[in-house]
């Protein structure tokens, strides 16, 4: 039997398990949710990971790199929205933003990591300023996994 064989085995034994605990706790309702629920779970296909990429917005070039990995590996990228450190000007980032407007964009970007799988620290060259290092101990207090480019 291969692996997923095994495993969708394991969750249909779990699922019985559990249905038959909650028709001795609770009402025939909760069992038909909780069955539903499953059927829908089963039925769902699997879907693409979902990566936030974090890192300095200095680091364009890398970023477009890792969002053509990500993307051609078969991943959802969530990317910074403009890159303010960037030394290039494409894209019109030269505008940058007021003190208010980075802590707007930096909760922001922790809304993406609450949407995404994991996350990808591009950690060009080893570093991690103080935005990314923020970015790194709210994924790891959202339990998020955490890639890096480069070795820490």
């Avoid at 060009?124 to 935005?131: A, H, K, L, P």
């Amino acid at each position: 039997m291969s692996h997923i064989k095994e495993v969708v085995h394991a969750a249909r034994k779990l699922r019985d398990y559990l249905i038959n605990t909650l028709r001795n706790q609770h009402d025939q309702e909760d069992v038909m949710r909780f069955d539903q629920a499953m059927f829908r779970f089963e039925c769902r296909p699997s879907l693409p990971k979902v990566v936030c990429l974090c890192g300095s917005t200095r680091f364009r070039d890398e970023f477009m790199r890792a969002n053509y990995r990500e993307t051609m590996a078969g991943n959802i990228v969530l990317s910074v929205g403009f890159f303010g450190h960037s030394l290039t000007d494409a894209s019109g980032e030269s505008v940058g933003c007021t003190a208010k407007e980075k802590i707007a964009l930096d909760v922001l970007h922790k809304r993406k990591i609450d949407l995404a799988d994991e996350v990808l620290v591009l950690n060009v060259g080893g570093y991690i300023g103080e935005s990314t290092r923020s970015e790194i101990g709210y994924a790891l207090d959202t339990r998020k996994p955490i890639r890096y480019l480069e070795a820490v």
